[in-house]
């Protein structure tokens, strides 16, 4: 008897066709979504995409931390895009919302966790986890990522994966607050680079900053001697991200 022969075979369900439907009309919802948030938010630029924990309250020092990093970026020029949700997402919308620039929320409709946060210009609500990231990556001039959990780490390691990979252009990915980020980024050199998973370079897709106006400043140092709207090999990239 085969591997093959020991795998059992089910009969066709008699309600193969109505589920087959079902997922025909969600490939539409899907192309939906992507559609409605690309023509809201395509004159949106320049923009920074700002991520960290759903459950950090008001009071908290990250929360200011993001707040005053938002209302520096949104008074220097760039909407700012969160996922719309409490805690640092609230702290992102909240110092852009007060600032001369957009506040942009990306929602996520979630069991539990997320509710939108009222500091938001423009709310995009999605149900797909990937046609939200992906909003993040494609309007973003810059990456600031604040401490956070799984949601937080995901999007940061997708994004310096499509960078690293070049499917996505290089743009500035700045972790703040060092002491929450040192463990990780010491395993990234400890392990990732010494066991030769990733290269050396790699490291140098992040940067470790403590200050808003640092923050500020690497962005703009990033892109002093060019526009902060892709190039047109940069577009290229993200029409096929």
Do not use: C
Not at 192 to 202: F, G, H, K, R, T
């Amino acid at each position: 008897m085969t591997a093959k022969d020991k795998i059992p075979h089910s009969a066709p369900s008699s309600n193969a066709p109505r589920f087959n439907a079902r997922e025909s009309w969600r490939i539409f919802g899907i192309m939906a979504e992507f559609v409605e948030a690309t023509e809201r938010l395509n004159a949106i630029r320049p923009a920074v995409s700002i991520f960290g924990s759903a459950r950090i309250p008001p009071d908290h020092m990250y929360y200011m931390l993001a707040e005053r990093i938002s209302r520096l970026l949104s008074d220097a020029g760039f909407a700012v895009i969160s996922g719309g949700g409490p805690g640092i997402m609230e702290a992102a919308n909240k110092g852009a919302y007060f600032g001369k620039s957009p506040s942009i929320g990306l929602n996520i409709q979630l069991p539990m966790e997320q509710s939108a946060n009222p500091y938001q210009d423009i709310s995009q609500t999605f149900q797909h986890f990937f046609a939200r990231k992906f909003m993040f990556v494609r309007f973003a001039s810059a990456y600031v990522v604040m401490p956070g959990g799984f949601g937080t780490l995901d999007e940061l390691l997708e994004a310096m994966t499509l960078i690293q990979t070049g499917k996505s252009r290089n743009i500035p990915v700045i972790l703040v607050h060092a002491p929450f980020w040192k463990g990780l980024v010491d395993w990234f050199k400890d392990r990732l680079v010494a066991e030769s998973m990733i290269n050396p370079e790699d490291l140098n897709l992040i940067q470790v900053l403590d200050e808003p106006e640092d923050v500020v400043e690497a962005i703009f140092k990033h892109y002093e001697n060019r526009g902060f709207l892709p190039l047109p090999e940069e577009h290229e990239l993200l029409l096929n991200l």
